[in-house]
């Protein structure tokens, strides 16, 4: 990937124009940055509440109707339901992996086949999830596999 | 034919089960369900839905081990396919048909079990690649 950088002083407005062959992951992290896709959920870590951005956020686990935020050293506690919060995160870079489990794409390091016709997804921070044979789909949209 | 039977066991059962369903639906619709090929016809579709089904059912089940999933899913396909295909007459009620057939499900079973295998490996070296090169 090249960058041009071309001064003009003509212009009030800074413009950001990509021309790209594939719109591929690096491209919709470009674009993210660009537009600041990335917001705040609330979260509870030790009756505390804290807006933790998005990007910090490794994955979202629904267990017994309770959602956890997952970041690289603390567990918080959602009071929304999983489906709200992946309705909110939009076309970022969350994909659904299990009924239970919202993966950040971000901090997937690798993936090795396991029984029943499963993944194993193996995050940045050496953190396991199981993929779900019905989500495998997501991650090859996602990856345009 | 091994990598023959490896790459299109898959693709040729859906073929199979494609077609069986196609023509029984055509004779459905067309009224013309009697006679000995056309019930035989829709007794392998009723067989193939119904399995369908209990595949779909089962793929939602977190085993707690591959013995488990094999043990489980086997037992449920072959009773199932048993007491379907007696019950709609597809197959004779005689221990030679039991095993006839029951060899040939387990063995289709588990060719199948290798391909589903062989297919999510070379998807998790490509999902590997495709991280790599991202990153």
């Known amino acids: ?145 | 034919m091994k990598k023959f039977i490896n790459y299109n066991l898959d693709s040729m059962t859906f073929v199979f089960s494609a077609i069986v369903l196609l023509n029984a639906f055509l004779g459905l619709i067309n009224g013309n369900h009697s006679g000995l090929q056309n019930e035989y016809l829709m007794g392998l579709a009723i067989l193939i839905i119904i399995l369908w089904g209990v595949s779909y059912v089962l793929s939602f089940v977190d085993f707690q081990s591959e013995l488990q999933l094999h043990i489980i899913q086997l037992s449920v396909h072959i009773i199932g396919f048993f007491l379907i295909a007696f019950s709609l007459n597809l197959i004779p009620m005689t221990l030679d048909s039991i095993v006839t057939n029951g060899i040939i499900f387990i063995i289709l079973y588990f060719t199948l079990d290798r391909i589903r295998k062989n297919k999510i490996n070379r998807l998790a070296e490509v999902i590997n690649k495709k991280l790599s090169e991202n990153r």
């Not at chain 1, 030790?46 to 956020?57: L, W």
């Not at chain 1, 690798?110 to 044979?133: C, D, F, P, Q």
Request: without cysteine; charged residues 30%.
């Open chain 1, 1 to 145: 990937m090249r960058i041009l950088l071309n001064k003009n002083n003509d212009i009030e407005e800074t413009i950001i124009e990509v021309t790209y062959r594939t719109y591929d992951r690096k491209l919709q992290e470009i674009v993210n940055l660009v537009e600041d896709n990335s917001h705040d959920i609330k979260g509870i870590h030790k009756g505390e509440t804290h807006f933790i951005k998005t990007d910090s956020i490794y994955y979202i686990e629904s267990i017994d109707n309770l959602t956890f935020l997952y970041t690289e050293d603390i567990v918080f506690e959602s009071k929304e339901k999983l489906y709200v919060i992946e309705e909110a995160l939009g076309k970022m870079n969350f994909i659904r992996i299990s009924k239970s489990t919202i993966l950040n794409m971000n901090y997937l390091k690798s993936v090795t086949s396991i029984s029943n016709y499963r993944l194993e997804a193996t995050l940045l921070n050496n953190e396991k999830l199981i993929i779900n044979r019905h989500y495998m789909k997501n991650i090859k949209v996602y990856l345009n596999l």
